[in-house]
């Protein structure tokens, strides 16, 4: 069996092997180095009711180099998203699962694991034919019918039996993510939890947001170090002791994005970095993309 440290040391190289070299370069914008964190968008924040082409148009031209797609079931839209995407010269970065929340890994129903299973192959699916090098799934759900340790054996357990197979296969990464699920409540449990499975197809999707209620990012950042492989952003305006927050945009809330991008540069993160806030149109998604440029400076060339 492989050992922890060497499956961790062989992460960063299957990363840059297999993630990055999985789509056609696209042309750097101007002034754009070639390296450094890349800005991508999530689909549901583009203008909504016009077509695929028009709204990925609409993410190149306002500064994102990518976006986070959603799970698509009709195998003809699923073309369309490509060309569209292939023609806005937009990378497809990642895909969100969708079913996870409905139909948990964690539930000891087999009927609706089953139906998770199902769900997370179709987004494993949807990444290979676009070419995006991740899947983002939220692992697991604790709740009344759902202890804790039986969340962590069971979603475990699937996805290293019945996940991890197709993922190899399409040389595409799991990306297990944090949210307010009451799971994965530390950093030191989450860098446990990927670790356990000796894969390098199973890495973290961590959300800058999602942890500011009991923790503070840029720890969690350098605790989980090259486990990351895809970062969401968001902010919050915390009343910590009334357990209340108010949606705000990027540099609005309460994050240190300081100390966040200290952090991601401290572990060498080139990833993509995905703006998960409120949708707008052309003008407002272009202050989004200036925003992250503030808040995580990037090299220029």
Known sequence: M?????????????????????????PQPAGRAASGIRKA????????????AERFAIARAAGFEAVEMQTIERPDEVAEIAEAARGAGLRIHSVMNAAHWEFPLSSGDPAVVSRSVRGMETSLRNAAR????AVLLVPAVVDASTPYRDAWSRSQRVIRERLLPLAHELK????????????????LEFARYVDEFESPWVRAYFDVG???????????????????VKVHLKDFQL?????????????????????????????????????????GDAAYLADVAARIDRLLPVPRG
């Open 41 to 52: 968008v999530l689909f549901s924040m583009l203008p909504k009711d016009r077509p695929y």
């Open 210 to 228: 999602n942890v500011v209620f009991y923790g503070y990012p840029q720890d969690w950042i350098r605790t989980l170090g090259p486990r990351i």
């Open 172 to 187: 595409v990464t799991i990306a297990v993510e944090e949210v307010w699920n009451k799971f994965l409540l530390s950093p």
């Open 239 to 279: 009343d910590r002791p009334n357990g209340r927050f108010a949606w705000k945009n990027l540099g609005e809330g309460d994050i240190d994005w300081p100390a966040v991008s200290r952090a991601l540069a401290e572990i060498g993160y080139t990833g993509y970095v995905t703006a998960e806030v409120a949708a």
């Open 2 to 26: 492989t050992g922890r440290r060497t499956v961790l040391k062989s992460i960063a190289g299957v990363f840059l092997a297999v993630g990055h070299g999985a789509a056609r370069p696209l």
């Open 130 to 133: 676009w070419a995006a090098d």
